[in-house]
């Protein structure tokens, strides 16, 4: 079963940037990958979507501000985040579509105003 490491979370100033990292211990390369946060008393939402192919789409919040990518080579998924603002605070979670749903455990971000 794979497993999802997420990382490079932080506080950072509205208007920074961060990039999270998701490391999968196994083969990743034929499999959808995502983001989602959640933010405290919100439900959890989806961020970010790549596919195999790397395909990408995005909730209308982010569109613009953030980038997701894939390196299958290192079994890598990124989240590049710019812009930030402080409605991004939130855990965010690194999710493998791999026949079932495996989730990370998340990685705090927090955006001071």
């Known amino acids: 079963q794979v497993q999802l490491v997420e990382s490079g979370g932080g506080l950072v100033q509205a208007g920074g940037s961060l990039r999270l990292s998701c490391a999968a211990s196994?083969?990743?390369?034929?499999?959808?990958m995502a983001w989602y946060r959640q933010a405290p008393g919100k439900q959890r939402e989806l961020v970010a979507h790549?596919?195999?192919?790397?395909?990408?789409t995005y909730v209308d919040s982010v569109k613009g501000r953030f980038t997701i990518s894939r390196d299958n080579a290192k079994n890598m998924v990124y989240l590049q985040m710019n812009s930030l603002k402080p409605e991004d605070t939130a855990v965010y979670y690194c999710?493998?579509?791999?026949?079932?749903?495996?989730w990370g455990q998340g990685t705090q971000v927090t955006v001071s105003s």
């Open positions: 790549i596919t195999s192919g790397s395909s990408t």
């Open positions: 999710v493998a579509f791999v026949g079932r749903t495996i």
């Open positions: 196994g083969s990743i390369s034929r499999d959808a």
